[in-house]
Nanobody, 119 residues
Framework: QVQLVESGGGLVQAGGSLRLSCTASTSIFTFNRMAWFRQVPGKQRDMVATISKSGVPSYADFVKGRFTISRDTYKRTVSLQMNSLEPEDTAVYYC?????????????WGQGTQVTVSS
């Protein structure tokens, strides 16, 4: 089974930064797309950012200009640099990956890492 392990979550003040990392148990080229999602208890899981197999990123509107997704294929990692964090960014952040080229369904998920932004 493919494993995704997140790290880098924590507590930060508003305006601060965090960098989340996701390490895969296999080459990230196994997947057509990898992504970061976030979820607040009682709310829908939201896509934050994705990166394609060719390295092209995309972002949710609410993080554009603040967050950057990147990858290191040699380390088998996908990272999310989060700047200018706001209390509304508080959530559990999940790394996800899918083998399929299209569609919203992701096949593999990490365990999640908590990000808490204080006001």
């Amino acid at each position: 089974q493919v494993q995704l392990v997140e790290s880098g979550g924590g507590l930060v003040q508003a305006g601060g930064s965090l960098r989340l990392s996701c390490t895969a148990s296999t080459s990230i080229f196994t997947f057509n797309r990898m992504a970061w999602f976030r979820q607040v208890p009682g709310k829908q899981r939201d896509m934050v950012a994705t990166i394609s197999k060719s390295g092209v990123p995309s972002y949710a509107d609410f993080v554009k200009g603040r967050f950057t997704i990147s990858r290191d294929t040699y380390k088998r990692t996908v990272s999310l640099q989060m700047n200018s964090l706001e209390p509304e960014d508080t959530a559990v952040y999940y790394c996800a990956a899918k083998r399929g080229l299209i569609g919203p369904t992701y096949d593999s998920w990490g365990q999640g890492t908590q990000v808490t932004v204080s006001s």
